[in-house]
């Protein structure tokens, strides 16, 4: 059973930054391309950061610049940098991980991040 945990949200004033953190445990994590998605009230996850398993990253034009995603797989664990935050960053995040060679995408349980004065 392929489990992703997230850690690291909170409350952070703008200009702030933030560190999130997801755990993959059940499955080998290096096989994995990684993603963070967030989700606008009332619309679908949009894709935030992602890094595949040779360590290739994508990035939403809103972000780059200020997020960087980076993966250790010796501690199964992708992590995503958010710096000089802004109140339209205030969202849920969720980390998702997509199987490189067989059909396997699993989500994480999402953390919220709240950007305010």
């Known amino acids: 059973q392929v489990q992703l945990v997230e850690s690291g949200g909170g409350l952070v004033q703008p200009g702030g930054s933030l560190r999130l953190s997801c755990v993959l445990s059940?499955?080998?994590?290096?096989?994995?391309?990684m993603g963070w998605y967030r989700q606008p009230p009332g619309k679908q996850r949009e894709l935030v950061a992602s890094?595949?398993?040779?360590?290739?990253?994508n990035y939403a034009d809103s972000v780059k610049g200020r997020f960087t995603i980076s993966r250790v797989n010796a501690k199964n664990s992708v992590y995503l940098q958010m710096n000089s935050l802004k109140p339209e960053d205030t969202f849920v995040y969720y980390c998702n991980a997509d199987h490189l060679l067989r059909v396997g995408n699993y989500w994480g349980q999402g953390t919220q991040v709240t950007v305010s004065s």
């Open positions: 890094i595949t398993t040779s360590g290739k990253t």
């Open positions: 059940g499955s080998r994590f290096s096989d994995y391309n």
